[in-house]
């Protein structure tokens, strides 16, 4: 499954490049960031989707292993995006920061992650829908429907 990290990454940038046209008609500051975020986070999260998948989806019927797929890849793949928009946040205002190491800094660093994550979900999620949503229902359905997943 080499290939799919970079696919689902691009899935993922097409995903948002496709709400923001759709929202916005192309007119979004700093699209190339926000598509380089998307695409890297959808890079990110494939393996660790998959494997958790997979592990969720042994043995199980296909229905089962659709909505194991399904939830692991929605529930990673928007946590690994969070992420990277967090440290990105974090990045910014790291100059207004306490010295590295420092109770006051790690303080800082959590709070500061916390909001830009808390951010990211209540206004990057959209950017998924509608063809995340698509290609995430699409993805989970090859996925369970592959015969190897199953070890009967």
């Known amino acids: 499954m080499v290939l ?9 940038a097409l995903s948002a490049f496709v709400a923001l046209v759709l929202r916005e008609g192309e ?3 700093q699209l190339t960031k926000i598509l380089i975020l998307f695409f890297a986070g959808g890079m990110l999260s494939w393996p660790v989707s998959l494997f958790v998948g997979r592990f969720c989806a042994l043995d199980r019927s296909i229905e089962t292993r659709f909505a194991a797929y399904f939830l692991c890849f929605t529930l990673l793949t928007i946590a690994a995006t969070a992420f990277l928009f967090a ?3 974090r990045l910014f205002y790291e100059r207004w920061h306490a010295p590295f190491g420092t109770k006051i800094w790690v ?14 979900v209540v206004m ?5 829908l509608p063809f995340g949503l698509a ?3 699409a993805t989970s359905l090859w ?4 015969p190897h997943d199953m070890r009967r």
């Open 27 to 29: 007119a979004t500051f």
């Open 143 to 146: 996925l369970a429907a592959r």
């Open 4 to 12: 799919g990290m970079p696919l689902w990454g691009v899935l993922m």
């Open 135 to 137: 290609a995430l229902a």
């Open 107 to 120: 303080y800082q660093f959590v709070v500061t992650s916390a909001g830009a994550a808390y951010q990211f």
């Open 124 to 128: 990057g999620v959209r950017l998924y």
């Open 87 to 89: 440290m990105d946040y």
